[in-house]
């Protein structure tokens, strides 16, 4: 090689090598954003792991950018063998536990969601297995860092790369199962629908590519990690690594924007489908009251006749099947008047009767398609196929009357007109 191209190679990995001094940095910008976030959207156990992932993230980034701050200010006349500073760096490593294996954690909340319970068993047991695989290795970096009264050597650096193997086995494992069961789920939805299904397509449209080049990363660095050493080569190994070493920092940060733009996607889009669908039933429910209304107005004079004795229950009846709210509540004042002024046989059969009719001249005319409607059963709403005399029985239990034999007796009367309305219902 000429002595241009190692000036370019060297400014290449210079360049690559001050990545190293956004290592503070990224852990304060990402408690920032990922704090802002949850306050503004943030929910659930997911959102959780994220937040006390970033907070101990950035106490380990405090404490170990602090360790040494002491080694340059307060002992740098002494001998650094004998400070203590170096406890810092053994501190830091609970908050680095903490922040990097949070990644394969989170992954597992949303494998749980998807498999059975054998390999949710089976997962779970791995995953933690792993985690004290990997506790053990940040504590081993963590001592080797207390004992050689330095920040990095050669044996850190390889105790860095069984770090990183261990999360990126972690992840790796759980981002394969997690496309596995997410496969399967969209090819079956795919082709139940008569749809082709894209494998490439679909995942680079999904949340699966980022949890992707996270574990490409995992796996990138415990492979330089372990090249690393007193060399040339390895020396420059080193610097190529700064650059993936500094976005592991923030992966959390990667995964927050991920997961918060997926929440705001789905907000915006359940809110048109909501607001379209309230629409269409606004619409169908308005179509539908003006054909009550023609039902109501026919049967208004047969009503009013049948009971002139007591024509403000009659109104009260007539409201109810219209389905208003505005009911008169004190209509019938004692229960004993209103049973003699007209027989529940006949309350009964009417009701019934004018909601068959009006149920086979609706269906003959096509006024109202049952398709259109997702919540109701029959071209009649709920409102409409109540029979009348259950307003009665309202009314009667809403009345002022101190007597509770009579209260009684109206609910057993209510449950019998109930158990009588279902059973034409059924039948019909």
């Known amino acids: 090689m000429t002595s241009n191209s190692y000036t370019i190679f060297d400014f290449f990995l210079n360049f690559t090598n001050q990545f190293a001094d956004s290592f503070l940095y990224a852990y304060i910008l990402q408690i920032i954003l990922i704090g802002y976030m949850y306050n503004c959207a943030g929910s659930g156990r997911y959102w959780k792991i994220l937040l006390s992932g970033s907070i101990f993230g950035m106490i380990g980034a405090v404490i170990e950018n602090s360790g040494t701050a002491w080694l340059k200010t307060i002992d740098k006349n002494s001998k650094h063998h004998l400070s203590k500073a170096y406890y810092c760096y053994f501190l830091a490593e609970i908050g680095w ?33 792993l985690f004290s695989l990997f506790s053990c290795s940040r504590l081993c970096i963590g001592y080797l860092r207390l004992s050689n009264h330095c920040l990095y050597n050669e044996a850190i650096y390889h105790a860095h790369g069984v770090a990183f193997g261990i999360t990126a086995i972690a992840d790796g494992s759980l981002s ?16 139940k629908d008569g749809e082709t299904f894209n494998l ?5 449209k999904s949340s699966l590519f980022i949890l992707f080049i996270v574990d490409l990363m995992s796996v990138i660095l415990a492979i330089l990690s372990i090249f690393i050493s007193d060399s040339p080569f390895g020396q420059g190994v080193n610097k190529l690594m700064k650059p993936f ?7 959390l940060l990667i995964l927050a924007i991920d997961a918060f733009i997926f929440k705001m996607r789905a907000s915006v889009d359940g809110s048109y489908v909501v607001s379209r669908y309230l629409q269409k039933q606004t619409k169908l429910h308005s179509n539908h009251i003006n054909t009550l209304d023609e039902i109501a107005n026919k049967k208004c004079k047969s009503l009013y006749s049948l009971h002139s004795t007591n024509s403000n229950s009659s109104i009260s009846d007539i409201n109810y099947y219209m389905g208003s709210s505005e009911i008169v509540n004190n209509m019938v004042t004692n229960s004993t008047s209103f049973h003699s002024s007209a027989s529940s ?54 009345s002022n009357s101190p007597n509770k034999t009579n209260r009684k007796n109206n609910k057993i009367v209510h449950s019998k007109h109930f158990s009588e309305y279902n059973f034409m219902k059924n039948i019909s």
Do not use: W
Not at 177 to 191: G, Q, V
Not at 245 to 251: C, E, G, I, P, Q
């Open 200 to 204: 490439l397509i679909s995942f680079k």
């Open 176 to 191: 394969v199962l997690i496309f596995i069961e997410l496969n399967k789920s969209a090819k079956k939805t795919k082709e």
């Open 97 to 129: 536990i903490i922040t990097e294996f949070s990644i394969p954690y989170l992954n597992l909340i949303k494998l749980n969601t998807l498999t059975q319970t054998k390999l949710k068993k089976f997962v779970n047991y791995t995953i933690m297995m």
């Open 245 to 251: 070493h500094a976005l592991k920092s923030n992966f």
């Open 345 to 398: 046989s006949t309350l009964n059969e009417l009701p019934q009767r004018a909601y068959l009719k009006g149920k086979r001249s609706l269906t003959n005319r096509g006024e109202i398609d049952k398709s259109n409607s997702p919540f109701l059963g029959s071209p009649v709403s709920i409102s409409s196929i109540t029979p009348l005399n259950c307003s009665y029985n309202g009314n009667l239990i809403k």
